[in-house]
């Protein structure tokens, strides 16, 4: 089992920076990936960005260039950076890790965190 718990979450005005963490820990803990997704008000859970074992990333088209996805050398925090925030990027943001090479879609998740909401205002 794997235990992912986030935090930095809160409220921002549009524009501006939080950083969210994910502690990740469990007594058989090897993902190969572990990523960020985020569920708005339609429900919907998307892939934000996600980090393979070998270090390649991948950021989905609406946060590239703004978001940053990063992890400590002991794979045990993961980090997502959030700059130029927008209202659209209002959500509650999970932590994930699976099996897989990459954690881009939810069938790719294995574990989930809490959830950490995020809002940004206008």
């Known amino acids: 089992q794997v235990q992912l718990l986030e935090s930095g979450g809160g409220s921002v005005q549009s524009g501006g920076s939080l950083r969210l963490s994910c502690a990740a820990s469990g007594s058989t803990y090897s993902p190969y990936c572990m990523g960020w997704f985020r569920q708005g008000p339609d429900n919907v859970r998307e892939g934000v960005a996600s980090?393979?074992?070998?270090?390649?990333?991948w950021y989905s088209d609406s946060v590239k260039g703004r978001f940053t996805i990063s992890q400590d050398n002991a794979w045990s925090t993961l980090y997502l950076q959030m700059n130029s925030l927008k209202p659209e990027d209002t959500a509650m943001y999970y932590c994930?890790?699976?099996?897989?090479?990459?954690?881009?879609?939810?069938?790719?998740?294995?574990?989930w965190g809490q959830g950490a909401q995020v809002t940004v205002s206008s």
């Open positions: 994930a890790a699976g099996p897989g090479v990459a954690c881009t879609v939810a069938p790719d998740v294995w574990y």
């Open positions: 980090i393979e074992s070998s270090g390649s990333t």
